[in-house]
C-alpha cells in the first residue's frame, strides 16, 4: 500500500480516487487479514480475539504509512508544493474565497505540512483500521472454546 501511494506521487497522479482506491484496499486488507485469523484459528476465536487482531494489524500499518509520509516528504519536497498547488485550485473553485484568505490557509498549510500530514496519516488511517477490524471481526465465523455447549 504504501509502494502503491509512492507510486501514485512519483507518477503525478493527485487525483481523489487514488486516495479512495488506497483506502479501500487497506480497508479490504484488514478485513482479509480478520477472516484470515478465524480461519486459521478454525473459528475458536471470540470476537475480541478478531478484532484485537485486526486493530493490532491496522496499528503496524499505520505505523508504516506514518514512516513512509516522512521519508517520502524528506526526499521529494515537490510533493509539499504540489499538494498546497491542488489545495489553492481547490479553494479557488469556492467563490466565498476570496485571495486573501485562500493566501492564508495555503501559508498556514505549509507551516505545518508535516504535522498535517502526519496526524492525518494517523487519523485517516486507525479509523479506517478500526472500522474494518469491526467489520473483519462481525462477517468471522466465532466459536469460542468457552462457548456454553449447545446440548447438555
Known sequence: MVLMGTTFQVLNIYEKWVQWTTFGIY????????YSYSRELNGEVSFRQIFSHGFKTASIVTLISIAA?????LIMPEIKEKSLQI?????AKDPRMTEEIINQSIAWTDKFFLVFGIVGSLFGFALTGAISSLIGAAI?????????????
Open 87 to 91: 489545495a489553492r485550485d481547490e479553494m
Open 69 to 73: 509520509f516522512i521519508i517520502t516528504y
Open 27 to 34: 480497508s479490504a486488507s484488514i478485513i482479509w487479514c480478520c
Open 140 to 152: 468471522s465465523r466465532k466459536t469460542p472454546k468457552d462457548a456454553m455447549p449447545k446440548s447438555l
